[in-house]
């Protein structure tokens, strides 16, 4: 169901709760989004097909395939923007939904002006990434030893060994690689990464780091590539060549 034919940002929302739903395409739509609703997963990918969608709503509870798998099948192939729904207010969730790609979350119950802030500022953060951040821009990065492939988005060690990284990792890692002896501190690396203007997820960046620390086997008592900065954040303390 689209509730909008003309010209503007396209968000998708994804439940399977039929007030909701109804809720946010009148919201959405009075505030000038040309708005689809679905209430699965099998709806999601339809109405992805048909179209440019510019940004995704997708509840985590739902029937069939639950939001984080579709999550994550989306981020494998797409860049579109994601704003998680849950009904659950456990930190770990809220942590699985960033690490698999996510780009904010909302609890719920919430106001449909909260959703309507998180949107613009989802929407505005991805379109305000540094060029050399998009995908297109480089086929691979080699580094230490390692070798990002930026179409598979995955990480190849030395001894040919691939590793495959999630939508969280996968910006993190290329925030640094873009940014290489520079130290970023965690607010610049939460607005990069995950657009948040207020109340950040505490520890998130840091929890992000130390997997991709893992990721990279760096070890984490020494780091060699991703070196914390006391007082200031982090830099990847490694040289970078990019391979267009």
């Known amino acids: 169901m689209d509730t909008s034919d ?60 639950d939001g984080l798998t579709l999550c994550r099948k989306l981020r494998a192939q797409s860049d579109t923007p994601v704003i998680m729904l849950t009904a659950r207010g456990e930190e770990t969730d809220r942590i699985v939904g960033l690490e698999i790609g996510a780009d904010d979350y909302l ?18 953060r991805a379109r305000s990434l540094p060029q050399n ?18 179409i598979a988005r995955h ?39 995950r657009g948040r203007e207020s109340e950040p997820f505490d520890r998130t960046i840091d929890l992000q780091v130390s997997r991709l620390r893992h990721r990279l086997r760096d070890d984490p008592s020494d780091p060699q590539i991703i070196k914390t900065v006391r007082g200031e954040g982090y830099v990847l303390a490694v040289a970078v060549v990019v391979e267009r």
Request: net charge neutral; hydrophobic share 45%; glycine share 6%.
């Open 133 to 150: 951040l998009r995908a297109d821009d480089a086929r691979s990065i080699s580094f230490s030893g390692w070798r990002l492939d930026t």
């Open 107 to 124: 609890a719920k119950p919430f106001s449909p002006r909260e959703l309507l802030a998180r949107i613009k500022s989802v929407l505005r």
């Open 6 to 65: 003309h010209a503007a940002d396209h968000v998708l929302v994804v439940d399977d709760d039929a007030e909701i739903r109804n809720l946010l395409a009148e919201y959405l739509r009075k505030n000038g989004y040309r708005t689809t609703v679905v209430a699965d997963g099998k709806a999601m990918w339809t109405a992805l097909a048909r179209g440019k969608t510019d940004l995704v709503v997708l509840d985590l509870m739902l029937p069939g395939e």
């Open 155 to 193: 990480l190849i060690s030395a001894d040919g060994v691939v590793t495959s990284l999630g939508g969280a990792e996968y910006q993190l890692l290329r925030i640094f690689l873009s940014h290489p002896n520079h130290v970023l501190t965690r607010d610049q690396l939460m607005v990069l990464s």
